[in-house]
């Protein structure tokens, strides 16, 4: 008989995969081979479109294949670089303006990136071609959402990020969209309300693409690279047409450029503020000191009063900001407090009588007080027209007038329409002009949408947690709301494309800021209890 077996059964691991055999040369060859002939089958077809569209829209334009062969590249860079689209919009935002002045030196009002569709084959192509009021930013927008939704698709993600500032803003927009539906069924003109209703949509949207695609430290350095060089340009070919142009002649009323390019000359000179308040990006604050001048000059010659008092009153605002969240920084921030106030009175009682250039923000300052003919003309326009926008709003205090519908002209105003098509539609004081839109209860939801951008960045920059850098981003954006409040109260700005998008991206980055924030190596405690 033989004894049991007690010794216990041998499991045996289960076998590992062998690593993967790399593909031989042939292999190699092959899949090189199908490459070629796909970019051939591509290629050809997109001739073949291209030829066909030449005879469509005319024999000797190109405008169709350039169009064809941009949409090709766009998608493409979509596809495999998704930050692509935010640099672009960000980028344009800060470089292309929204209508041709035919001015000389005006080679980036000629790029039609915020000009509809229709305009650009009217411009271009001579084309008289209709299709939907989109343009061109509308368009890459669009092919963003279809590549994102397929890469979701096939990747398996379907998750999209909202933010802690989605809400808010989205509450803000439904009103808009009523007010949008409340003017129409009201005899509101459909184009005229687009050109209302897109900025507020812009704002949202920009935000959307930054907490979705925006996630580390660097991509905030390329934005700001992006905002200073463009900027910089512009402040480049501004001073150029300044000064030979206009070379020895007094400014015309409205400059030499464009209404929001005085909103983003002041957004650099903030940034420039705050990085030095902050002791941080020493090759960008070298490039940005060495572009000032360029800007200043060239914020000059917007001959904006409204540029002049917002830089003026949120300066102030900055300063003490930083004073009580950089405590290692105060003694720099408290030198260039004392400086400011020494020499800020100086230099306005020497040049508030002065004609020159650089005496125009004194100028400004001094027409609250010693206003000229034009400042009194302008003073008592704005008067008027505050009034005829409180006797509108009174027409519909709750629910709102609606868009697309001319004010009420309570009290005589003059008509300045030669100058400014929609002078009585998107009016210069434009805290009034959304109460006057969306009415009360929309008002009350616009307020509440920036005072929630506002509280989030505050205890962005009050976090014990929080870096010297993303404080930095949190209250460069800050002042960004600050001023494009203050632009909208003196200046049409929230009927601007490129300031609504430019503010929708800095509210974009207060959303992300706490995201970036443990990304981080090193945390600096700066806040004293």
Known sequence: MTEPDTNPPVIHPPLIDPPPILPDTEEFAAYHQRRIHLFTLLTCVLSLLAVGACFVVGSGSLIMPFVLFAILAILIVIWHYPTATVYLVFFATATFELFDSNKPYAYLEKVPFFWNINTIFQTYAHVDFKALPINL??????????????????????????GPLFWPIVAYIAFVVFGWINGMSTGGDFKISLQEVRPQFYFLTAYFMVVNVISTPRHLHTLYWIMVLSIGLKGILYTIRRYTIYAGMPLPDQGVGSHEEAFLFDCFMMLLVVLSCCGLQKRLRAVMWFLLPFVVLGNLATNRRAGTAALILVFPILLLVAHRVLPKRRKFISALSLAVAILGPIYYYTFRHSDSALAQPARAIASQFEANVRDTNSNAYRDAENADLMATIHLAPIHGYGYGKKM????????????YEWWDIMTHNQVLWVWMRVGTVGMLAFWMMVSTIIIQACQIIRSETASLEMKAAGIFSTMVICMLMLFGLLDMQFTNYRDMLFGGFCAGIIAIIPRLTPSLPTQEKEITP
């Open 408 to 419: 009420l002209h309570a009290v005589p105003i003059a008509d300045i329409s030669k100058e």
């Open 137 to 162: 930013m509308e368009l890459i927008l669009l092919l963003t959402v279809a590549c994102a939704g397929i890469r979701a698709i096939f990747d398996h993600k379907r998750t999209m990020t909202l």
